[in-house]
């Protein structure tokens, strides 16, 4: 079956260390997206890629960097420089038509 | 650029009432795509209805339809008959129709409880 997969569900993060949040797609989707949730809140775009090799900043890509080397996988580093990095983080695919996919998200915890 | 929001951070009915999740939108495009999704507390994202920019009919889909209202730029949900398994937090989207890439925006979202 095609999907969107995205891990660890959960990760924990010491304070200054660098961690990468995987996601695989399947679905032969050109677009990837990655997405910050806070509690409560609303999802803001952090970064998104629409071909390989090519991402653009969304709205809060600072602290963060990507990569898109497969047309399959996005995987999303949170870097030192994310002060706050604590937050739910949801991986999004589009390809043609109009429906998209998400993925099941990872909880980062900084401990 | 493209705007989605949601005035309503909350709202509450009661079981087997009706209630109406405002979205407001701001975009320069005529073809575009607008979803409502259903987020519960298992945090997965669930499509209950979309809505094509170019169809002028509000779609239904079973409890769920919209009000489009293109040139208002207004897309809001209603959910008749609300049953206990509705409470969620609901997310208004818009993405465009032009190509298979470009972003999709949400709004801010408005965490929906229903009453028994």
């Known amino acids: 079956d095609g999907g969107i997969t995205q891990s660890p569900k959960y990760l924990f993060r010491k304070e200054g260390q660098n961690v990468t949040l995987s996601c695989e797609q399947n679905?032969?989707?050109?677009?990837m997206y990655w997405y910050r949730q806070d509690p409560g809140q609303g999802l803001r775009l952090i970064y998104y890629?629409?071909?390989?090799?090519?991402?653009q900043k969304g709205d809060i890509a600072e602290g963060y960097s990507v990569s898109r080397e497969k047309k399959e996988s996005f995987p999303l580093t949170v870097t030192s420089a994310q002060k706050n990095p604590t937050a739910f983080y949801l991986c999004?695919?589009?390809?043609?038509?109009?429906?998209?996919?998400f993925g099941s998200g990872t909880r980062l915890t900084v401990v | 650029a493209q705007t989605v929001t949601q005035s309503q951070p909350e709202m509450s009915v009661q079981e087997a009432e009706t209630v109406t999740l405002s979205c407001t939108y701001d975009?320069?495009?005529?073809?575009?795509?607008l979803f409502w999704y259903k987020q519960p507390p298992s945090r997965q994202m669930i499509l209950v209805i979309r809505?094509?920019?170019?169809?002028?009919q509000n779609a239904t889909e079973n409890r769920f339809s919209v009000n489009f209202q293109k040139a208002a730029k207004s897309f809001s949900l209603k959910i008749s008959d609300s049953q206990l398994g509705d409470a969620a937090m609901y997310f208004c989207?818009?993405?465009?129709?032009?190509?298979?890439?470009?972003?999709?925006?949400f709004g801010q979202g408005t965490t929906l409880q229903v009453k028994p």
């Open positions: 890629s629409q071909i390989v090799n090519d991402f």
């Open positions: 975009t320069s495009e005529s073809d575009y795509y």
């Open positions: 809505q094509e920019a170019y169809k002028q």
């Open positions: 679905l032969n989707h050109d677009a």
């Open positions: 999004a695919s589009w390809g043609l038509g109009r429906l998209g996919a």
């Open positions: 989207a818009y993405r465009t129709a032009s190509s298979n890439t470009g972003k999709l925006i």
